[in-house]
């Protein structure tokens, strides 16, 4: 690990003028995926910021029924608070899946939607990865590819996002909070928050340079069965080959999205109107384009499995 700096910030405003002023500053929060990085050199910050003492760590009510989620908001806390539990179970039941206890009591609501890849490319320094240096190229085409990006992928990038809650938080249609250095707020549709990689894989979220995530929204309960249907290697601590969320009412209708599959969860509301006519429908719109490699071929007929898994579940 190489050396850096470190101080604790005060209040929000303060911790992000920090880290955009200072070239290699970085925010610290858990720290359950950077100082894993940093251990092996893959990440390299020159300064950290430990966001920790700031107050938000909080669950509230909003004033149409929804949810503000504190960035600093623990995933057990997240999991196991009763609204969620009542109104948002897919969020409970992704976080639930998403990691070991462990780390569930120190990863944030922020970090998690923050986490990096986990494409063996971008972890093994001595392999090109335009993710962790631009314009080394990227040892992941041609390579193995087993775990990686069927669409939405690029030339210079074929990784995935990694994580689980943020695939829920897809169907929810949350809300990403965040403050600058000036003292600037603005509103991400989740949708909008993870980027494609196209030309720039090395930029995963539309965050500015200091931009401090300072709270996720939820919208009022959408109702109907929620699910959430994880396909990984073995039964634990896993990250997904496929995931589904879902939202199921009475009527068939409803929403899905999908993890482990590209570079933010992937979404496609065209394709959630061909609910009634099945998961193959569904699926076949929904990645309709994809570019998959010989060796994760196999996701797409793997998500139609898990949707219709779920759909099954739904009528029960």
Same mark, same amino acid.
């Given at each position: 690990?190489?050396?850096?700096?470190?101080?604790?910030?005060?209040?929000?405003?303060?911790?992000?003028?920090?880290?955009?002023?200072?070239?290699?500053?970085?925010?610290?929060?858990? +720290?359950?995926?950077?100082?894993? #990085?940093?251990?092996?050199?893959?990440?390299?910050?020159?300064?950290?910021?430990?966001?920790?003492?700031?107050? #938000?760590?909080?669950?509230?009510?909003?004033?149409?029924?929804?949810?503000?989620?504190?960035?600093?908001?623990?995933?057990?806390?997240?999991?196991?608070?009763?609204?969620?539990?009542?109104?948002?179970?897919?969020?409970?039941?992704?976080?639930?899946?998403?990691?070991?206890? @462990?780390?569930?009591?120190?990863?944030?609501?922020?970090?998690?939607?923050?986490?990096?890849?986990?494409?063996?490319?971008?972890?093994?320094?001595?392999?090109?990865?335009?993710?962790?240096?631009?314009?080394?190229?990227?040892?992941?085409?041609?390579?193995?590819?087993?775990?990686?990006?069927?669409?939405?992928?690029?030339?210079?990038?074929?990784?995935?996002?990694? +994580?689980?809650?943020?695939?829920? #938080?897809?169907?929810?249609?949350?809300?990403?909070?965040?403050?600058?250095? @000036?003292?600037?707020?603005?509103?991400?549709?989740?949708?909008?928050?993870?980027? #494609?990689?196209?030309?720039?894989?090395?930029?995963?979220?539309?965050?500015?340079?200091?931009?401090?995530?300072?709270?996720?929204?939820?919208?009022?309960?959408?109702?109907?069965?929620?699910?959430?249907?994880?396909?990984?290697?073995?039964?634990?601590?896993?990250?997904?080959?496929?995931?589904?969320?879902?939202?199921?009412?009475?009527?068939?209708?409803?929403?899905?999205?999908?993890?482990?599959?590209?570079?933010?969860?992937?979404?496609?509301?065209?394709?959630?109107?061909?609910?009634? @006519?099945?998961?193959?429908?569904?699926?076949?719109?929904?990645? @309709?384009?994809?570019?998959?490699?010989?060796?994760?071929?196999?996701?797409?007929?793997?998500?139609?499995?898990?949707?219709?898994?779920?759909?099954?579940?739904?009528?029960?």
């Amino acid at each position: 690990m190489k050396a850096f700096t470190y101080e604790r910030a005060k209040d929000p405003v303060e911790a992000a003028r920090i880290v955009a002023s200072r070239p290699g500053a970085r925010f610290l929060a858990g +720290g359950t995926n950077l100082l894993d #990085l940093m251990k092996i050199e893959v990440e390299t910050p020159t300064h950290l910021v430990d966001v920790q003492d700031l107050a #938000l760590d909080k669950i509230e009510g909003t004033q149409d029924g929804g949810l503000r989620i504190g960035a600093l908001v623990s995933n057990t806390d997240l999991a196991a608070d009763e609204r969620v539990r009542r109104d948002y179970g897919v969020l409970t039941r992704s976080i639930v899946a998403g990691a070991s206890g @462990q780390l569930r009591n120190k990863a944030s609501t922020a970090g998690n939607l923050l986490q990096r890849t986990r494409c063996p490319y971008f972890y093994d320094t001595n392999m090109p990865c335009n993710k962790r240096t631009p314009g080394s190229g990227c040892a992941a085409i041609g390579g193995a590819s087993r775990q990686l990006g069927v669409i939405g992928v690029s030339d210079k990038c074929i990784a995935t996002f990694p +994580g689980d809650m943020a695939v829920a #938080l897809r169907v929810l249609d949350a809300t990403v909070e965040t403050v600058d250095g @000036q003292g600037q707020r603005r509103s991400i549709a989740i949708a909008d928050f993870h980027r #494609l990689w196209g030309d720039h894989p090395e930029q995963d979220t539309v965050l500015a340079p200091g931009e401090l995530v300072t709270s996720v929204t939820l919208p009022p309960p959408l109702g109907g069965k929620h699910f959430y249907e994880k396909v990984r290697d073995r039964a634990s601590y896993a990250f997904a080959l496929v995931s589904v969320a879902a939202v199921i009412r009475p009527d068939g209708a409803g929403r899905v999205a999908f993890g482990g599959v590209a570079p933010r969860p992937w979404r496609v509301e065209a394709a959630e109107a061909l609910l009634p @006519q099945g998961a193959a429908a569904v699926t076949a719109r929904a990645f @309709q384009g994809a570019t998959p490699t010989k060796d994760n071929a196999f996701k797409l007929p793997l998500a139609t499995r898990a949707l219709a898994s779920i759909l099954s579940d739904a009528k029960a």
